[in-house]
T-cell receptor, first 111, second 116 residues
């Protein structure tokens, strides 16, 4: 049973435009949500996180929005750059600092 | 300077063999983890150690045994390897519970295990 879902396997965006990656979750006990970026043959790299008591967190070109009532979060990348092309994983934290990951979304930014 | 390192990067072995994967972190973190990324690309936690103490042990076969000689190292030993063990194994670390930002885990580059 997937507690964290990324329903879009892939997303293609033009350079300079906005990329929006979505994530849904089912467990209301998650207290932190994180986004990781992963290049082929490398480990996931932490990008940005948000506490469950907030609804927005911004870091440079990256903004994460959390809608607790809808159990939905999204990652906005503005403007998108070719170097942003990677797999993006949504993760949620539960007890024991355990992270539960989604299946990932492949982002392709076209120049 | 690599923060979380794993060796080996690639591991090809026969069914039934015993193998180990090593992980080291130089971030001064107290907590370390092992994750498995299966063929469907899901990253799933296997184990977690905090200051050499096991705190998370998911439903993993007994053939998998983590060992933490000190808080900077968490090794994974796998006995009697099976075809289904083929996957990418990632080590990660994070600050301890009382060190702040514990939710942020830093991952190693992964070890690609192929069991033939």
């Amino acid at each position: 049973d997937q507690q964290v879902k990324q329903n879009s396997p892939s997303l293609s965006v033009q350079e300079g435009r906005i990329s929006i990656l979505n994530c849904d979750y089912t467990n209301s006990m998650f207290d932190y949500f994180l986004w990781y970026k992963k290049y082929p043959a490398e480990g996931p790299t932490f990008l940005i996180s948000i506490s469950s008591i907030k609804d927005k967190n911004e870091d440079g070109r990256f903004t994460v929005f959390l809608n607790k009532s809808a159990k939905h979060l999204s990652l906005h990348i503005v403007p998108s750059q070719p170097g942003d092309s990677a797999v993006y994983f949504c993760a949620a934290r539960e007890y024991g600092n355990k992270l539960v990951f989604g299946a990932g979304t492949i982002l392709r930014v076209k120049s | 300077d690599t923060a979380v390192s794993q060796t080996p990067k690639y591991l090809v072995t026969q069914m039934g063999n015993d193998k180990s994967i090593k992980c080291e972190q130089n971030l001064g973190h107290d907590t370390m983890y092992w994750y498995k990324q299966d063929s469907k690309k899901f990253l799933k936690i296997m184990f977690s150690y905090n200051n050499k103490e096991l705190i998370i042990n998911e439903t993993v076969p007994n053939r998998f045994s983590p060992k933490s000689p000190d808080k900077a190292h968490l090794n994974l030993h796998i006995n009697s390897l099976e075809l289904g063990d083929s996957a990418v194994y990632f080590c990660a670390s994070s600050p301890g519970p009382d060190r702040g930002r514990q939710e942020t885990q830093y991952f190693g580059p992964g070890t690609r295990l192929l069991v033939l």
